[in-house]
C-alpha cells in the first residue's frame, strides 16, 4: 500500500489491534493516531514514515505492542512515553532519532523487550532502566550513546550485542567495551591491543583459519569470508590486505561512515578489529550475494519487480548519503558487485572504502583513486572531480544493466557505442529487442502496460547519465519517480491476478 494512512482511523475508537506493517506508507503519522486510548497493538514496522514522535504517543496507555522500527523517523524520543505502564514491547529501531534515551522509561515495569538500535541517539544510558525487572531482550547498538552502562538488574545478563558501535560507552569489559574507572591513555591502548588480538583469534576459528572454501569475494582491498561466531552467528568478515598502500586509510573511511550512517539498505558493520598487522570488518551476512552474481547466474533468474525492487533499495540508501546525513557522502564506486542481497531479498549498498564526505560547504571534491571503468561519470574519469551527480550517474549506468543486463564494458561496446547510447538508440519503439531476454514474454499479460514501465525505467536512467552534471536528477526524485513506477508496475500484475483467479 502506498500513500497516507486516513486520518479518519483515529476515529474508530474501538480499534484493539492495527497491523501495517511491510508497506510503503509515506509521510508523518497521522496525529489521530494517537487518540486510540484503547489499542492494545499497533504495528507499523517497515514504511517510510518521517517526521518525529508528538508528546500524545504517551496517550496509547493501553498498549501492550507498539513497534515503529524501519521507518524514517526523526527527532527525540518524548520522555511521556514513560506512561506506558502496560506496554511489554517497544521497538523504535532502525530509524532517524536522536536525543537521549527518557530516564522516565525506568517506570515501564511491564517491559520485557526495548529496541532502539540503529539511531543517532546519545546521552547515557538511565540507571533507572536497573529497575525493569522484565526486561529480558535490550539493544541500544549501533548509536551514539556514552558512559558507563548500568551494572544492576537485567544488564547483568544482556549480551555484548546489546550494546555494540557506541564508541563512547564504558562498563565491565565483558560487554565488549573500555573500563570506566581508568584515566590511563597507555592502559586503554593495551586493552584495545589484547582484545583485538583476542578477536583474531575469534575470527580464524569462524572462518576456520581463513579457510578459501569460506572465501566469497576478494579485490585489491583483501578479501572477504564467511564466517561462524562462537554463538551461531553467521558474519562476513573483511580481511584487508594491510601490505597494499592505502589500505589503513580505506580502512578508516569504511569504519567512519559505517559506524556513523543509519539506513535499512546500507549493509550494517557488526565490529572491527584493528592492529598494526592485522585490520577486519565483521559485517552483516548477506545470503543470496550480490546484485552482479544473480544478474549473471546460470541458475537464477531475477523478475523484473525483483530487479525494480532492489534498484529502489539502492536508490533509497544513495538519497540517504546524498541528502539524509549531517554531510553528504559520495559512495565513489556504485556497481552491482557491491549492491548485496539479504534473506529477503533487499538490497544493501556496500564498500566504502574510496567513499567521500563532502563538508557543507562542498559540493565537489577531487580525488586521485579511481573506480570500475564503464560506471565512473565522464567528470570522475577526465578530471578526478566526484560528487553527488557522479553517484547519479552511476547509478544510472547500473539501472540501465539491471534490466538489460549487459554490462557496460561488454566487448559489443566500441567507438562511440557504449552501453547509454545502445539503450538510447532503442528508445522506445525497439525497447523489447534490447531489453533481458528473460524479462518478459511476447505471450505475457499487460505486456503493452509492461513495456512502459519499463521504457520510463530506462528514460529514467538517461536522466541520470547525462553528459553534463548539472543536468543530471538528484536521488530524492529518482527514488519518487521509481515509486511511482513501481506503482504502476504492481498494478499491472494484479490486474493479471485478479484475471486469473476470476478464469478458475
Not at 507499523?44 to 517526521?51: A, E, V
Not at 501492550?64 to 506496554?87: E, R, Y
Not at 538519497?319 to 549492491?339: I, Q, R, T
Not at 567521500?356 to 578526478?384: D, V
Request: hydrophobic letters at 40%; a neutral charge; aromatic letters at 8%.
Amino acid at each position: 500500500m502506498w500513500g497516507s494512512i486516513p486520518t479518519c482511523l483515529g476515529n474508530l475508537t474501538s480499534l484493539r489491534e492495527v497491523y501495517l506493517d511491510s508497506n510503503n506508507f509515506t509521510s508523518s503519522i497521522p496525529s489521530s493516531l494517537w487518540n486510540l486510548k484503547d489499542i492494545l497493538k499497533l504495528n507499523l514496522l517497515s514504511n517510510f514514515f518521517n517526521g518525529s514522535l508528538p508528546l500524545e504517543f504517551g496517550n496509547l496507555k493501553a498498549a501492550i505492542l507498539l513497534d515503529l522500527s524501519w521507518n524514517q523517523l526523526s527527532g527525540n524520543i518524548p520522555n511521556t512515553l514513560g506512561s506506558l505502564l502496560k506496554v511489554t514491547q517497544l521497538s523504535l529501531a532502525h530509524n532517524r532519532i536522536e536525543g537521549s534515551i527518557p530516564e522516565t522509561f525506568g517506570k515501564l515495569v511491564n517491559l520485557e523487550a526495548l529496541d532502539l538500535s540503529y539511531n543517532n541517539m546519545s546521552g547515557v544510558i538511565p540507571k533507572s532502566l536497573e529497575e525493569l525487572k522484565q526486561l529480558d531482550s535490550f539493544n541500544v547498538s549501533f548509536n551514539r550513546l556514552h558512559g558507563e552502562i548500568p551494572s544492576g538488574g537485567p544488564f547483568v545478563h544482556l549480551p555484548f550485542q546489546s550494546f555494540m558501535s557506541n564508541k563512547g560507552l564504558c562498563g565491565n569489559p565483558q560487554k565488549h567495551v573500555l573500563p570506566c574507572r581508568s584515566n590511563s591513555k597507555k592502559r586503554r591502548l593495551i586493552w584495545i591491543l589484547v582484545a583485538c588480538l583476542q578477536h583474531k583469534d575469534e575470527l580464524q576459528r569462524a572462518t576456520q583459519g581463513f579457510d578459501g572454501n569460506n572465501l566469497i569475494g576478494s579485490g585489491s582491498f583483501g578479501s572477504v569470508y564467511k564466517g561462524t561466531m562462537a554463538d551461531g552467528m553467521i558474519v562476513a568478515i573483511k580481511v584487508f590486505n594491510v601490505q597494499m598502500e592505502g589500505t589503513f586509510q580505506t580502512f578508516d573511511i569504511e569504519c567512519e561512515i559505517l559506524r556513523n550512517l543509519r539506513h535499512r539498505n546500507l549493509t550494517k558493520i557488526i565490529s572491527s578489529c584493528c592492529n598494526l598487522d592485522f585490520k577486519a570488518l565483521i559485517l552483516e551476512y548477506m545470503p543470496n550475494e550480490s546484485l552482479d552474481k544473480l544478474l549473471y547466474s546460470r541458475d537464477y533468474c531475477l523478475n523484473i519487480m525483483q530487479r525494480l525492487n532492489i534498484m529502489v533499495d539502492v536508490a533509497s540508501a544513495l538519497e540517504y548519503l546524498h541528502h539524509g546525513y549531517s554531510v553528504p557522502v559520495v559512495h565513489c564506486d556504485l556497481k552491482p558487485s557491491n549492491v548485496l542481497l539479504d534473506n529477503d531479498m533487499v538490497g544493501h549498498l556496500t564498500d566504502f572504502g574510496i567513499a567521500k564526505l563532502l563538508t557543507k560547504e562542498e559540493s565537489i571534491a577531487h580525488t586521485t583513486t579511481f573506480a570500475t571503468i564503464g560506471y565512473i561519470a565522464p567528470e570522475y574519469g577526465s578530471e578526478g572531480l566526484v560528487s553527488k551527480r557522479s553517484d547519479v550517474y552511476s547509478y544510472g549506468i547500473m539501472l540501465l544493466e539491471t534490466f538489460i543486463k549487459k554490462k557496460p564494458n561488454d566487448e559489443m561496446f566500441v567507438g562511440d557505442l557504449n552501453l547509454r547510447s545502445y539503450v538510447h538508440n532503442s528508445l522506445p519503439d525497439e525497447l523489447n529487442n534490447i531489453i533481458d531476454a528473460d524479462l518478459l514474454t511476447l505471450d505475457e499479460e499487460n505486456l503493452s502496460q509492461k513495456l512502459q514501465c519499463v521504457s520510463a525505467i530506462m528514460e529514467l536512467a538517461m536522466n541520470c547519465t547525462a553528459n553534463i552534471a548539472a543536468e543530471r536528477m538528484n536521488m530524492t526524485n529518482v527514488v519518487a519517480a521509481l515509486k511511482k513506477i513501481k506503482q504502476k508496475l504492481s498494478s499491472c500484475y494484479r490486474t493479471t491476478l485478479r484475471h486469473d483467479i476470476r478464469n478458475q
